[in-house]
């Protein structure tokens, strides 16, 4: 029952392509990424995606659909391990341009729990660190999730802003949190580019988000604080290669937890710190067909709010990422990309949610991809 949303959704994309002369595209690949500490704990995890795109004309669909192979070993010899599909997403969109003062773009985005939920207790140290892993997320519950985008163009500039709803319904998380309903989302983004000479432009960005409120069993469980991410950037663009610099903030509400009694609380300090990071990118044109890729990342997430002798306290983390990467024109439409990355991650002393002492991380991912283009 699983895989037949995705074969279903494929065959109706293929019969659109060949009936209405769809743009139509295929892509997979595999992903395969691992991680070790100085603790003696270690992970790998193994994907294999699957996108589907059609597109003509103003519209658009796309099934994102995947395939996750997750392990996990800590230091005290406990160790789980997880196989299975993903959740499958369907993106649906369509461009309104050159009727209104603005160029608008609509989107409705469904997630369909197709993947893993109601973990066990024991399987919950397979849900990783975002710093350390790709996929966290292995499933949740139907979501539903409607944007409109708004471009302008004056001159050298351009604008844009959207506003999201994300609908997010009920499942069973884990045996201990069964009929788990994550509060809805709503969120806004805002993004201004400045073309100052031909071969440079500058761009300033924003995010917002607020989430609503957690419930476990109909009763209020926590909210998460709202979000807030400002960021600037700098790009070139030639011919032969292109680079480009950003820096962006993030920044978080306190978060409200469930009292003993009933209801939620605000915390006493925030238990989330300021997050800097810093991306630096280039792309070489070899010839035609052949591109070369280099990232750099820095990442620095402050120590939160508590004092050190808090057992809500988290400790500060820098974490520095070198990615590599080569993508290749082949005939008849296919298209291919290898992507190599590293990275070092340390983390001060921590005391939730549970107590450790500094930690030094090392990890790589390796990606390979190829499209088709019909």
């Not at 476990?216 to 400002?230: I, L, T």
């Not at 950003?246 to 209801?263: H, I, M, P, S, W």
Request: glycine letters at 10%.
């Amino acid at each position: 029952m699983k895989l037949s949303l995705s074969v279903l959704s494929f065959l109706v994309l293929f019969n659109a392509s060949a009936v209405l002369a769809v743009d139509f595209t295929a892509d997979t690949g595999f992903q395969y990424e691992q991680w070790k500490d100085d603790d003696d704990r270690k992970a790998s995890q193994f994907h294999i995606p699957v996108t589907i795109n059609a597109e003509q004309g103003k519209y658009s669909v796309s099934v994102l659909a995947g395939y996750a192979v997750t392990d996990i070993d800590l230091s005290d010899g406990r160790s789980e391990s997880l196989s299975g599909i993903l959740d499958t997403k369907l993106n649906l969109s369509y461009e309104l341009t050159e009727r209104l003062p603005v160029d608008l773009l609509f989107g409705l985005d469904f997630n369909f729990p197709t993947g893993t939920t109601d973990f066990m207790q024991e399987e919950l140290i397979l849900i990783m660190d975002p710093d350390l892993i790709s996929i966290n997320n292995f499933g949740e519950g139907f979501n539903v999730n409607p944007t409109v985008n708004a471009v302008k163009v004056w001159g050298d500039w351009v604008g844009g802003f959207g506003l999201g709803y994300l609908w997010r319904g009920k499942y069973d998380f884990s045996e201990n949190f069964p009929d788990y309903d994550p509060g809805d989302i709503i969120n806004a983004t805002t993004e201004v580019r400045y073309y100052f000479l031909p071969e440079w432009n500058a761009r300033a960005f924003g995010y917002y988000a607020y989430y609503g409120k957690d419930k476990v069993g109909g009763e209020e469980f926590a909210q998460e604080g709202s979000h807030y991410m400002f960021g600037v950037g700098l790009n070139y663009d030639r011919m032969e290669w292109s680079a480009g610099i950003t820096g962006r903030g993030v920044f978080r509400d306190k978060n409200k937890l469930q009292e003993t009694a009933g209801g939620l609380f605000t915390e006493d300090n925030n238990s989330q710190g300021d997050e800097w990071i810093c991306d630096v990118y280039g792309t070489y044109n070899v010839n035609d067909d052949t591109t070369l890729k280099a990232t750099l990342q820095g990442l620095y997430i402050g120590a939160n709010s508590y004092a050190a002798s808090s057992p809500r306290f988290i400790g500060s983390r820098k974490k520095g990422t070198l990615g590599l990467g080569a993508a290749r024109k082949f005939v008849q439409g296919i298209e291919g990309e290898l992507l190599l990355k590293g990275f070092v991650m340390s983390d001060e002393e921590t005391n939730f949610p549970e107590p450790r002492d500094s930690t030094s991380y090392r990890g790589f991912l390796t990606m390979i991809s190829v499209k088709k283009i019909f």
